[in-house]
């Protein structure tokens, strides 16, 4: 018997996921193998229309010589449209030896053509609408029968505006905020629903909820409405499937009813107005009167743009207790989530008819302990709910989110607050694949915040602030944190649908949105910002290994880096146009937001980055004539940026900690200029005390350039600073999410301008990249961690690092503690199928032992070189237990 298995199928990036329009999908497995150096040799798909695969295969891979196991592309006939598809897999090792077949796995098809939607769009009837400004959220209903249980029934459905959909009067599925956030006018996501066990015999109904949303409620500072259009719509498409095969299909059409309802008011911003006193029980369920309701209206918009979900669907993840409540020197009723959360409160009550609850959200208290809520400028994330009387009632938000951690309650007796409330956590429901921890309980709660904030701003893009009247796809910050993103949570899907909007959304110029999905008020071009379009396809490669994103996203990237090269007075240097620069650098001057380091010295570096970026992508894609414009482009910009902000004696020319960090990241200076620049970077961290002075440009690569070049002391001292400027400062004042700025709240207490100040923010959380690389020392040597490299940068400053990454491959682990006597342990976990490079810290190579013997004897090991700091060693795939003498370096690092 083997030894070996196929586990963990997927079908791109998701488990047996239903209702995809990719005509040629791919499949992707793991290998669980308790042996060390596991390889697999060869692979075999099958696929089939049956489970048990007893019928006719649809497609035989045959025996496929390779290692490749992920982002295997179907290479059978041509897929059909709502079509259950079943696959297995099985392997073949360095012996020959071949694995049992894995169990079976699947995927669905949603509909292959636009012209396979028999349903019209249907909405409210105009003249139905009130001529008040709170804009009541539209319920929409039909009747049916089906003779009998149905076999399959899938709903395909969508709308302008968000909807909630209802089935026999049950939730269609626990999903929320669908359709999601995309380029509506170009790019509109359907979903697909399987519906078979709410249905029953005999007489059934459909009902759906529609509100504003992102489609026509306000979007940004401006507070404009119906940026995408004026009239809120459903569009809907039953599929039954009986016993005898035969179909039945029931549609969204004029023959639909639509009313009010409770829920008068629904806003993003805004929040909520529900009065339980309009209920109408049993409105979406089958025998509720709606002879009072009024005939939906057909509207005419385009289904050509429909696709079908592309990303993982928003969900309520956790459920969080208030830990107190508090009585505020105003005498205000909060309760405190213990937590800077997004999403919303859940309540019970009992109370009379008529009775108003409001809830008011907050992130923070101010100084004197009131409630605060200066910084949501004109969003209200404001719930009222008025009691129907007559018993125990329950209520939660719909469709409006809010972010906050205090929640200010009125027309509620104190007494039992704590069990009458829960908030609900909010956000893309994405596999979390990263953990780190350390002895230093101030940076695991860095960590905590920092997957915290990515938690509350992954809510279907990836937005700046989850609270105030933004709340935006801000692409910037998308850029700075998407590596930290990768490895805390499976980002390919999230940030694949946001990059094919950026592409949607982009300039016929090239020019990209400051914000995606585009909102025009924010602008367009800034560098840093619009390079989102080639560094996020880019890092999302290198994370997960696939290509496919490079192909998708190519020629969005090339028109980027044409926009930049057809701006400013040199084609090689980019010194025009409206730039954010080192967006709130600390080196900025009064009453400015944007750092001292030139603007035209970042767009230009950026350029230079994206050129590369795109060369190497082209020679990755085989467009030979590409990759050698891109390369000669990429080599004239790094010689224009040399005579421009380099003086002739090898130094650049604007001293400041943001323009070392970038010349050095992006290998802008001659190989002899680096380590003297190091160096001047080091020295100007030092003058300032241990801190930082860069911003929202600087700081996700300040760590990662401290470490490159061998100050990772420095990297370590400056992650630990305490004092304001520093990541722990905001630990310090109870932070639980990263902050917009580093001193939201001043020493004093007192806040930063109302006018900008998010305590949800994750742009400056992106030192967790440094944390997992070099802390932990889990790094890639090869796209998707095929080949891995383990470095951790064991320090004085820390007795231990844990960590792991759940890779394409498997779990990737390092974990690293210091004993008596400068002696070290270090467990490392290498996936089956891949392989890693360990660097030892080592002082010399007779004193390493794995799992008690000498290294030389260690199985798995197949290779040992001195190194700078060690000894490297290759291994296979396993896990594996060193220990070692520390060198003199790391005594004293």
């Not at 040799?41 to 196991?69: H, K, M, R």
């Not at 959200?361 to 100084?367: K, T």
């Not at 190194?867 to 070692?884: D, E, M, P």
Request: with cysteine; proline share 5%.
């Amino acid at each position: 018997m083997t030894q070996f298995a196929v586990t963990d199928l997927s079908v791109n990036y998701r488990s047996n996921p239903l209702g995809i329009d990719d005509t040629w999908p791919r499949i992707s497995w793991r290998i669980s193998s308790e042996s060390r150096t596991f390889v697999q040799t060869a692979y075999q798909i099958q696929v089939a229309l049956l489970p048990d695969f007893s019928a006719e295969l649809v497609w035989d891979s045959g025996q496929v010589e390779t290692e490749d196991n992920i982002h295997i592309g179907y290479e059978g006939p041509a897929l059909q449209s709502r079509t259950c598809y079943y696959f297995r897999v099985r392997a073949w090792d360095m012996k020959g030896e071949v694995s049992a077949w894995s169990e079976a796995g699947s995927w669905e098809t949603a509909f292959l053509s636009a012209g396979e939607w028999q349903a019209s769009w249907i909405s409210r009837p105009a003249d139905a609408m009130p001529a008040d400004a709170a804009e009541p959220c539209d319920y929409l209903r039909t009747a049916f029968t089906i003779p009998e249980a149905a076999v399959s029934a899938r709903i395909y459905a969508t709308s302008l505006g968000l909807y909630r959909l209802y089935v026999n009067g049950v939730p269609a599925d626990d999903t929320l905020f669908t359709p999601g956030w995309t380029s509506y006018n170009k790019r509109l996501q359907y979903q697909t629903y399987d519906v078979t066990p709410l249905l029953t015999s005999g007489n059934n109904a459909i009902g759906a909820l529609i509100g504003n949303g992102w489609y026509k409620g306000p979007l940004a500072w401006e507070g404009k409405k119906d940026l995408y259009g004026k009239s809120r719509a459903l569009l809907l498409q039953l599929h039954v499937t009986l016993a005898d095969g035969s179909e039945q299909i029931i549609v969204s059409d004029e023959s639909w009813r639509s009313s009010s309802g409770p829920l008068l008011m629904s806003e993003l911003y805004h929040g909520e107005t529900y009065d339980a006193r309009l209920e109408q029980d049993g409105w979406a369920s089958a025998g509720f009167d709606d002879q009072a309701w009024c005939a939906a209206v057909t509207l005419s918009p385009p289904l050509t743009v429909l696709v079908a979900q592309e990303n993982e669907p928003v969900r309520i993840t956790e459920t969080l207790k208030p830990v107190a409540v508090i009585t505020t020197p105003k005498g205000e009723t909060v309760l405190d989530l213990g937590q800077n959360m997004v999403g919303w409160m859940r309540f019970s009550v009992q109370a009379e008819a008529g009775n108003v609850i409001t809830l008011e959200h907050a992130e923070v208290l101010d100084r004197e302990g009131n409630f605060y809520t200066g910084n949501l400028r004109s969003a209200k994330q404001t719930v009222t709910y008025t009691c129907r009387g007559g018993g125990i009632e329950s209520y939660e938000p719909y469709l409006s989110f809010q972010g906050f951690r205090y929640v200010k309650v009125s027309g509620v007796p104190q007494e039992g607050l704590l069990e009458q409330f829960t908030g609900c956590v909010i956000h893309t429901d994405l596999r979390q694949t990263g953990s780190f921890s350390c002895s230093n309980e101030l940076i695991n709660q860095l960590q905590h915040n920092i997957l915290w904030g990515q938690k509350g701003n992954f809510l279907d893009v990836p937005t700046d602030c989850p609270q105030r009247d933004e709340r935006l796809g801000w692409t910037g910050d998308a850029q700075v944190f998407i590596r930290t993103a990768a490895y805390n949570m499976n980002v390919v899907p999230f940030f694949g649908k946001w990059l094919k909007d950026l592409a949607a959304d982009q300039e016929a110029d090239g020019r990209v949105p400051h914000v995606v999905p585009d909102v025009p008020v924010a602008g367009y071009g800034s560098s840093a910002w619009g390079d989102a379009a080639v560094i996020c396809p880019w890092t999302l490669y290198q994370c997960y290994g696939d290509i496919r994103v490079l192909e998708t996203q190519y020629p969005s990237m090339c028109a980027w880096v044409e926009y930049i090269r057809a701006q400013g007075d040199n084609e090689h240097l980019w010194n025009t146009g409206f730039h954010f620069g080192d967006w709130l650098g600390l080196d900025a001057k009064e009453n400015s937001y944007i750092g001292a380091t030139p603007k035209d010295l970042i767009a230009s570096a950026f350029y230079a980055y994206s050129t590369e970026l795109v060369a190497r992508t082209a020679k990755l894609l085989g467009r030979t004539t590409d990759a050698a414009t891109y390369t000669a482009l990429h080599s004239q910009i790094v010689t224009a940026f040399r005579t421009e902000f380099v003086t002739p004696a090898g130094r650049v020319a604007s001293p400041t900690q943001t323009a070392y960090v970038l010349a050095l990241m992006f290998d802008l200076l001659e190989e002899e200029d680096r380590p003297r620049t190091a160096g001047m970077l080091a020295e100007h961290i030092r003058e300032n005390g241990i801190h930082l002075t860069t911003g929202f440009v600087g700081t996700p690569y300040l760590c990662l350039v401290l470490t490159r070049f061998g100050y990772t002391d420095l990297a370590y001292q400056l992650v630990l600073q305490k004092e304001y400027p520093s990541w722990l400062y905001s630990v310090i004042q109870g932070a639980t999410t990263i902050w917009e700025h580093w001193d939201g709240i001043k020493q004093d207490g007192s806040f930063w301008s109302d006018d900008m100040n998010s305590y949800n923010h994750y742009a400056y959380g992106a030192i967790g990249d440094w944390l997992y690389r070099h802390a932990a020392g889990i790094e890639l040597l090869e796209p998707g961690y095929k080949k891995i490299r383990i470095e951790p940068q064991i320090s004085k400053h820390l007795t231990w690092v844990e960590a792991s990454y759940d890779s394409v491959y498997g779990t990737i682990r390092s974990a690293w503690k210091t004993g008596a006597d400068h002696t070290a342990e270090l467990k490392v976990e290498v996936p089956a199928n891949t392989a890693a490079e360990i660097i030892i810290p080592a002082s010399r190579q007779d004193g390493i032992r794995e799992s008690g013997v000498p290294l030389a004897d260690a199985a798995g090991v197949t290779a040992i070189v001195p190194a700078r700091q060690g000894y490297k060693l290759n291994v296979g795939s396993g896990s594996y237990l060193f220990t070692f003498p520390m060198n003199q370096l790391n005594q004293e690092a």
